[in-house]
């Protein structure tokens, strides 16, 4: 998969420095997938929402913190649109972000 907006994940690890590796290994792990379904999306990552839209929901660092994605199946492509704490979260319509 190719990720797009990676500067929204560092620019969060900075803010929330225990962030980083986690933010990371799911960078690593998901840039080699290969997700054409929101099943394969899930099969991977048993605790990510699908969402409306396209979105997927992912727990960072034990759900400590929450990562929204737009997933392009077609295309191959994941855009982040949101990364932050479950208060930011709260804040969101994760179906527009």
Known sequence: M?????RALRE???????AEEPLLAWYREVEHEDWDTPAKV???YRSASIVAN???VF???GNSYRLVVKV???ARIVLTR????HAEYDRIDVKEV
């Open 42 to 44: 899930k099969e991977k």
């Open 72 to 74: 392009n199946y077609t």
């Open 82 to 85: 949101f990364v932050g704490t």
């Open 54 to 56: 396209n979105r997927v």
């Open 2 to 6: 190719r990720i797009i907006a990676k």
């Open 59 to 61: 727990n960072i660092k």
């Open 12 to 18: 969060f690890w900075e803010r929330q420095r225990d």
